[in-house]
Each structure stands twice: as structure tokens, then as C-alpha cells.
């Protein structure tokens, strides 16, 4: 695996590649890749990219976008992974730096102007081999339906609701990783609950 400046490639290990001892926790990996180890940052690449791409395609709509986003993600956590601090769990803190780009994104101009809209088509659209664990359990017009939903909330809600039902985050990490108080997390939650169940009750057949 090399880290360079604004792309991160990660190569396929093939079995007995390394002598080195199998490290297990996010300690010792982050601990490794800290000491230049880019074998260590692979496994953690290989341990969170999917639910990563997961988390950003939510925020974004594009399957592309997102494994692009993600990799600026890693490449981020990489360059700045000695600001982690002990006490911070790795995965609370990575899903924080994706928050980040996924936002920066969706905040820029160039982003602004090519806004699609939640009425076209290919927002809906969901691929079978789509990341999230949710996706895989939904049948694709169910999938249409939640998606048209989730891209209608506002960005707050959006991202709490994804944390929180998608991702399974504690509320005391999803405050950490939206810097949201824990209040606050609740009560989006609670409206994007409501939203999303306002706008998918006509396709579940329940009354308002």
C-alpha cells in the first residue's frame, strides 16, 4: 500500500507476502502504520473502506463520488494519523474525517452547480452490489423509495439518520463524530424518523 500525495492505492496481498506477526487491534495496526508500516494502514484500509463508502454514498448519491471521496478519506487519516489521540476510538474518529470531505463536497461550488435533481432518475437508481449492509436486505423499488426519502432531508438529519440506522453508531459517537451534542442528535433523529416514515407510508400502505 503507498500513500501519495491526493490518491491512495492499495495493492491485493497474496498469502506468506509478510513474516511480520498478525496484528489484530486498531491499536496495534495504528501503532504500526504510525512507525511507517503501510502494510498496517492497508488492513485497516481493508477493515473500514466498505462501511466508509457506505457512510459518504449516503451523504453524496453516487457510487463513484463516494469510493473517490473515501479514498481522500484514508488519504487524510493517513497524513494527519498522528493526531489521533489514545483516547479516541479509530473508526469514531475516521467517520469523522469523511464527514468532513463528504460535506466540503457537497458545499462546494463546483458541487452546488451540478445538483441533481431528487426528481431525476438517477438518484433512485441502485445498483445491486450498492455497500450499504441495509441495501442488500431491501428489494431495488423499496431501495428507490428510501433513497428518494433519505436525499430529502436536510444534510443535519441526513447524516445523523445514516449514523445512526445505517452505520448502528452510539449516540455518544455520532455526537463525536458530528461535533452535535447529544441532544441535538436525538432530536434530528427523531424528525428524520418522522420524515422518513411521512414519506414512506404511501409506498408501506400506512396511514398517517
Given amino acids: 500500500m503507498e500513500a501519495i500525495s491526493g490518491t491512495l492505492t492499495v495493492e491485493p496481498q497474496s498469502a506468506g507476502a509478510h513474516a511480520k506477526p498478525l496484528m489484530n487491534s ?24 466498505r462501511p466508509v463508502v457506505s457512510f459518504v454514498y449516503d451523504m453524496v448519491a453516487d457510487r463513484a463520488l463516494a469510493e473517490d471521496l473515501t479514498q481522500e478519506t484514508f488519504v487524510r487519516a493517513y497524513k494527519y494519523l498522528d493526531a489521533l489521540r489514545d483516547e479516541t476510538k479509530f473508526s469514531t ?19 452546488r452547480s451540478k445538483k441533481v435533481d431528487l426528481d431525476d432518475e438517477t438518484v433512485l437508481e441502485l445498483q445491486d452490489e450498492r455497500p450499504t449492509p441495509a441495501g442488500a436486505l431491501l428489494d431495488k423499488e423499496l431501495n428507490g423509495v ?34 452535535f451534542s447529544v441532544p441535538k442528535v436525538k432530536t434530528d433523529l427523531h424528525r428524520a424518523r418522522t420524515e422518513m416514515r411521512r414519506r414512506m407510508s404511501p409506498y408501506l400502505g400506512v396511514k398517517q
Avoid: C, M
Fill in 93 to 111: 474518529w475516521l467517520f469523522s474525517i469523511a464527514k468532513n470531505v463528504a460535506r466540503e463536497h457537497l458545499r462546494s461550488a463546483h458541487s
Fill in 26 to 49: 486498531p491499536e496495534q495496526l495504528i501503532a504500526a502504520a504510525r512507525r511507517g508500516d503501510h502494510d498496517a494502514f492497508r488492513h485497516l484500509f481493508d477493515r473500514w473502506a
Fill in 146 to 179: 428510501v433513497r428518494h426519502a433519505l436525499g430529502a432531508l436536510d444534510e443535519d438529519k441526513r447524516l445523523v439518520f445514516t449514523l445512526k440506522i445505517f452505520q448502528q453508531r452510539s449516540y455518544e459517537e455520532i455526537a463525536e463524530i458530528t461535533g
